[in-house]
């Protein structure tokens, strides 16, 4: 077998998630920084810590997610919203009725979220995805780990998602460690993601909990459409859904010196490593903002560090940003997509 680089990723052991010694066991490893599959009503999730973005990067890793999605934030407990919430959004009755009415249970409320939560785990969007879910294993599991959790669904990218302990083996064996086994999810559909900020109400995810019960609480959901889903409103910071910083970016080719265009302008730096960002400043420059994505160049680290080395860029006042290119295998490929992207988005702008 070939190693890649999860090649060290031990067999995984399957535990019974009713063992309090299988949650402390767990937590540890959430808390370390590792990876744990683990049963909700709704799908089994591949969990982390929400608040350690390398261990948020190693999610995408392990599912083969050629891009960063956001990926919903799992909470011990419902009252625990206003901790990652911003304080508006937290405090609007629209939130206050439904987190009331229907958590814990299969609905996601994407709304502002607050500054500690890592860039990588919303993908750049100023919005998080929320969820108190309704089972005892994933609830044990989130208050042992003292974080909450980010988790998508325990598949690989663009699999089924998994409603067994077994179906997750399948798909991750050896590139998740452990799994607790809560038996099948009793939902078995994904839950529903509703947008609820600066007044708006979009159905994002049609999913466990019927659209109609939402709609009885806080009046008609928009559909998505391009317009809901662009929400220019939520997207202060610029990276919005394009994933493009405010100054035009460009990828420079390996080994290209990179100088300002006139005297004067404000460049920035997205290097690779530290390697790259001496290569960089030896043979162009002067830059006037620099960020570097991962000191020894490892895709995993890049990735965790991408949107908030973007978000610090668009804050630098800089007319232009130069990335380097990240070699692309594993969590590079997803990198590298999201670089193309926000170049892709001024050029055609
Ligand atoms: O039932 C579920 O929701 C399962 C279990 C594990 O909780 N999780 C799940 O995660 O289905 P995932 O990553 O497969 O789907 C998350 C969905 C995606 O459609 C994503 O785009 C949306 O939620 N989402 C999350 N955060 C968002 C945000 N800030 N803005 C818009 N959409 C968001
Ligand atoms: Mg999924």
């Known amino acids: 077998m070939t190693k890649g680089s999860a090649g060290t990723t031990p067999a995984t052991t399957v535990l019974p998630g009713d063992d309090p010694a299988a949650i402390a066991a767990a937590a540890g490893v959430i808390r370390a920084g590792g990876l744990v599959a683990f049963p909700t009503e709704t799908v089994y999730g591949l969990g982390a810590s929400a608040l350690d973005p390398v261990a ?80 005892p294993v994933a609830r044990a ?32 064996g050896g590139r998740v460690g452990l799994v607790l086994d809560g038996g099948p999810s009793r939902v078995g559909v994904e839950s529903t993601v509703v947008l609820l900020a600066a007044g708006r109400a979009v159905l994002l995810r049609p999913g466990g909990l019927p659209a109609e019960a939402i709609e009885a609480l806080v009046g008609p959901l928009e559909a998505v459409t391009d317009a809901a ?20 970016l460009t990828i420079a080719p390996a080994g290209r010196r990179v100088t300002p265009g006139r005297p004067g302008e404000r460049l920035g730096l997205l290097a690779a490593s530290e390697a790259g960002r001496a290569r960089a400043e030896r043979a162009g420059g002067p830059f006037a903002a620099v960020e570097v994505l991962a000191p020894d160049g490892d895709p995993v680290r ?20 130069v990335a380097q290119p990240v070699p692309e295998h594993g969590l590079g490929r997803a990198v590298m997509d999201r670089l193309r992207r926000a170049a892709l988005d001024r050029a055609e702008a």
Do not use: C, M
């Open 56 to 135: 948020v990067a190693r999610i995408f890793e392990a599912k083969g997610r050629p891009r960063f999605d956001p990926l919903i934030v799992h909470l011990a407990d419902p009252g625990e919203l206003g901790r990652w919430a911003d304080p508006d959004d937290a405090a609007d009755p629209r939130v206050t009725r439904l987190v009331a009415a229907f958590w814990p249970g299969p609905l996601t409320l994407v709304v502002r979220k607050r500054p500690v939560i890592p860039g990588i785990v919303t993908a750049g969007l100023p919005t998080v995805g929320l969820r108190a879910p309704d089972h």
């Open 141 to 172: 599991l989130i208050a042992a780990a003292g974080v909450p959790l980010a988790a998508p669904s325990a598949n690989r990218f663009g699999r089924l998602s998994p409603t067994r302990a077994a179906h997750v083996v399948r798909q991750l």
């Open 229 to 248: 889903a662009g929400l220019p409103a939520l997207a202060p910071g610029r990276i919005g859904a394009h994933y493009a910083p405010g100054p035009p």
């Open 302 to 321: 890049a990735a965790a560090r991408l949107f908030d080395a973007l978000h610090a860029l668009d804050e630098a006042g800089l007319d232009r940003i």
